[in-house]
């Protein structure tokens, strides 16, 4: 089974090749300390915000290699295998990612850290 998001956060994490920011910052300023960093950045608290932002984990084609646990010169053939072989989604009927569900005039796209 592949590699969940969280499991890979806390591989990096774990592996020292995170940096994380437990400071709080302010949302506007997300995208130039990432482009700042030399790794990953996980940043714990966002002024306004009540979930925590990741950035920069694909920035370039070691931190992608990294990220997905591949050997950066796999890269190409492995994303070319994939999308020859690609599976079919598992569809539920519940799931936390499901949790909270906003339609309509109920979605504010303010209510997330986007930079």
């Given at each position: 089974m592949p590699?969940?998001?969280?499991?890979?956060?806390?591989?990096?994490?774990?592996?020292?090749?995170?940096?994380?920011?437990s400071?709080?910052?302010?949302?506007?300023?997300?995208?130039?300390?990432?482009?700042?960093?030399?790794?990953?950045?996980?940043?714990e608290r966002?002024?306004g915000?009540d979930?925590?932002?990741?950035g920069?984990?694909?920035?370039s084609?070691?931190?992608?290699?990294?990220?997905l646990s591949w050997?950066?010169?796999?890269?190409?053939?492995?994303f070319?295998?994939?999308?020859r072989?690609?599976?079919?989604?598992?569809?539920?009927d519940?799931?936390?990612?499901?949790?909270v569900?906003?339609?309509?005039a109920?979605v504010?796209?303010?209510?997330?850290?986007?930079?």
């Open positions: 590699e969940s998001f969280h499991a890979m956060l806390s591989r990096i994490d774990r592996d020292g090749r995170m940096l994380r920011l400071k709080e910052v302010d949302a506007r300023h997300l995208s130039a300390l990432v482009v700042k960093a030399d790794r990953p950045v996980l940043f966002v002024r915000f979930i925590p932002v990741v920069g984990l694909f920035w084609r070691a931190r992608l290699a990294a990220s050997p950066e010169v796999e890269l190409g053939t492995r070319a295998a994939g999308v072989t690609m599976i079919e989604p598992v569809l539920v519940d799931a936390p990612a499901r949790e569900v906003r339609a309509g109920d504010d796209l303010t209510e997330l850290p986007l930079p």
